[in-house]
């Protein structure tokens, strides 16, 4: 089993910035590759960054040059450093992971952005 604790949601107004974390534990040797979601009231669960284990990165083209995926391997965690955020942007906002053919969510943390 894995764990996944999200936090660092809340409300920002637009062109602000916020910074989720993504601390993982449970059965995992070492932080393998993480990835954010978010769905917005009414829409789809949407992919938005990923990393490898090996630090490759990969954004959806609404978040690209504004949002940076990052990992902490000693501290098993991975981040989303949010900027020039947008109306649109708001969002519950999920951390991901597949181990052993298992995917994992954590449960969740808001992100409001207000015009």
């Known amino acids: 089993q894995v764990q996944l604790v999200e936090s660092g949601g809340g409300l920002v107004q637009a062109g602000g910035s916020l910074r989720l974390s993504c601390a993982a534990s449970g059965s995992i040797f070492r932080l393998p590759s993480m990835a954010w979601y978010r769905q917005a009231p009414g829409k789809q669960r949407e992919l938005v960054a990923t990393i490898t284990n090996g630090g490759n990165t990969n954004y959806a083209d609404s978040v690209k040059g504004r949002f940076t995926i990052s990992r902490d391997n000693v501290k098993n965690t991975v981040f989303l450093q949010m900027t020039s955020l947008k109306p649109e942007d708001t969002a519950v906002y999920y951390c991901?992971?597949?181990?052993?053919?298992?995917?994992?969510w954590g449960q969740g943390t808001q992100v409001t952005v207000s015009s």
């Open positions: 991901n992971t597949v181990v052993h053919w298992n995917e994992y």
